[in-house]
């Protein structure tokens, strides 16, 4: 692969299913970068990916992600949440502000590992 610098200023945010907004910043076979961004107030569907790790690494805001069986657990800027495959998961953004974070999944993300765990 070749050394590659991708500006955010050639992203473009698109809304999604899920109730929140996404930034793809990265893609290979074997990892996927993407900017979420969730409203103030907002809950994202429940759900779980197959086949695919995904970790959240949160920038801005406070959220509270649930995850499998694990209590409801705030996070805030500088915190990381890791998600292993087939494990329901969700946030809501409890801040004033937009809640921001990174999802980095491995192998990377496609629509073909979502699965809802939520009527839509």
Known sequence: MQTKIVSTKSLREMPTVERCF???NW???NVSIARAR???GVTTK???LVGVDE???I???KGLVRIGKLKPTEVEAGDTVFIPAGVPQQI???SRSDLIFYCICTPKFTAK???PEENP
């Open 59 to 61: 920038l801005r805001g």
């Open 92 to 94: 809501t953004n409890i």
């Open 22 to 24: 996404i930034r793809e």
């Open 38 to 40: 969730v409203k103030s």
């Open 113 to 115: 590992c979502y699965r």
């Open 55 to 57: 970790i959240y690494l």
């Open 46 to 48: 429940l759900h779980h």
């Open 27 to 29: 893609r290979s076979e």
